[in-house]
């Protein structure tokens, strides 16, 4: 059973820094991304950044230049970076993984198969 579980998140002030941390058990890294979304209330998930296993990384507009996404294969664990947070990037962060064999869109949700519970980052001014 594949699990994957969510940490770091908080609440820091406008200009402030979270890790995001994603560990998966259960899950043998042979998709094509993992990634990090994230979700308001009344709006749909939104890619953030997703990774391949050969590195190859994808940012959202949004975020480019602040965030960071990283892997490390041996722990099976995921990370987020995220510096100079703004109130606008308040959301639930989830993190994800492609099922098996994978698809090449990184920022669509039903492009992946497992979810994580969620981690709330919220950023005040």
């Known amino acids: 059973q594949v699990q994957l579980v969510e940490s770091g998140g908080g609440s820091v002030q406008s200009g402030g820094s979270l890790r995001l941390s994603c560990a998966a058990s259960?899950?043998?890294?042979?998709?094509?991304?993992m990634g990090w979304f994230r979700q308001v209330p009344g709006k749909g998930r939104e890619g953030v950044a997703a990774?391949?296993?050969?590195?190859?990384?994808n940012y959202s507009d949004s975020v480019k230049g602040r965030c960071t996404i990283s892997q490390d294969n041996a722990k099976n664990t995921l990370h987020l970076q995220m510096n100079s947070l703004q109130p606008e990037d308040t959301a639930m962060y989830y993190c994800?993984?492609?099922?098996?064999?994978?698809?090449?869109?990184?920022?669509?949700?039903?492009?992946?198969?497992?979810w994580g519970q969620g981690t709330q980052v919220t950023v005040s001014s």
């Open positions: 990774i391949r296993r050969d590195g190859t990384t």
């Open positions: 259960g899950y043998t890294y042979s998709s094509y991304y």
């Open positions: 994800a993984a492609q099922r098996p064999g994978g698809s090449r869109i990184w920022n669509s949700p039903p492009a992946f198969l497992y």
